[in-house]
């Protein structure tokens, strides 16, 4: 069965997308989480776990910043926490963290996160078997790549189906750190400011640009859409499906979800062709930001082509 994992920007929006077809939602603390749409605290969090658990779904909780040593030790008590409230999985990367689970014996299902580094069934087989309950599937995987490891991994993977894609993190205030260079005042590098920078010879590209707790974040110009190609993803059994809203409208983002969540169901029956998935497509784009393109990513790369 196909699962949808979303993320989420609010209580309300938590609400919205359960009732939207959501499976799982995906959220989190800045201090412990990577690029999040908000920053969840602990109440609120409690909240949303007791909501969807209530609709039948499961709460997915980031604890997959890099940790270095003053707030690698906040971070066992953080577990404890998300094990009292019932927290179905945490999404997590550092091997310091995952350490502390049998270290302070947490039981708490993980799901390997390590961004990038996830790019073979090796790297995946070897985190389940150090409990890892499934992997997330670095973005740069081509399908051709996809093909074969799909036949060898012993764990669900989870793929990116809609949304932005990171392509650098620096702990370091890279955008301040310019803008004291050039001497030119800057109130804040947040998310909300909506800060871009473009390539040298290429203006028309839109790489969006953000700082906090965790460092500067850097995406790639346009968001992944792999709606019209759901049904290869189906064929290989990669049905674990993430859809990030960092930068969608919250409302509209829910729209995306709802038509994602249409794609899933009419697959289950059978009943999915070309025409409806255009439709569904159709759907979002007319809901995507403005200022942000879509296109399919590394989806169909050819990887020789890679140098």
């Known amino acids: 069965m196909t699962e949808l994992v979303t993320t989420v920007a609010s209580l309300d929006q938590a609400d919205q997308l359960l009732a939207a077809g959501a499976d ?28 969807a658990h209530q609709h039948g779904k499961k709460v997915t909780v980031a604890v997959n910043a890099i940790f270095h040593n003053d707030r690698i030790k906040k971070v066992a008590e953080y577990l404890r926490f998300l094990e009292s409230i019932n927290v179905d999985e945490i999404s997590i990367g550092d091997p310091g963290a995952i350490y502390l689970l049998t270290k302070e014996q947490i039981n708490l299902p993980y799901i390997y996160d390590a961004s990038d580094l996830v790019t073979s069934s090796r790297q995946i087989n070897f985190w389940a078997k150090h409990q890892a309950s499934a992997a997330v599937l670095a973005r740069e995987v081509p399908y051709e790549e996809m093909v074969p490891l799909a036949k060898a991994i012993t764990i669900p993977v989870e793929v990116l189906v809609y949304g932005a894609t990171v392509i650098h993190q620096s702990g370091r205030p890279l955008v301040t750190n ?20 473009s390539a040298p010879h290429h203006p028309e590209t839109h790489y969006s640009i953000y700082e906090d707790i965790n460092g500067t974040h850097i995406f790639a110009n346009n968001d992944v859409d792999l709606m019209s190609v759901l049904p290869k993803l189906n064929e290989l ?12 409208d919250e409302t509209k983002f829910v729209e995306i979800v709802k038509a994602f969540a249409k794609a899933r169901d009419l697959m289950a029956q059978q009943a999915l062709d070309d025409q409806q998935l255009a439709k569904l497509d159709e759907i979002v784009h007319d809901n995507q930001a403005p200022e942000r393109g879509l296109d399919r990513g590394f989806f169909d790369i050819d990887p020789n082509e890679v140098k």
């Open 178 to 197: 310019y803008s004291n260079f050039v001497q030119e005042h800057l109130d804040q590098a947040d998310r909300q400011r909506g800060l871009f920078i």
């Open 24 to 51: 799982r939602l995906y959220l989190g603390e800045d201090y412990f989480g990577l690029r999040l749409p908000h920053s969840f605290e602990r109440a609120e969090l409690t909240q949303v776990v007791e909501r």
């Open 237 to 248: 059994k990669l049905n674990r499906w993430k859809l990030d809203g960092l930068y969608a």
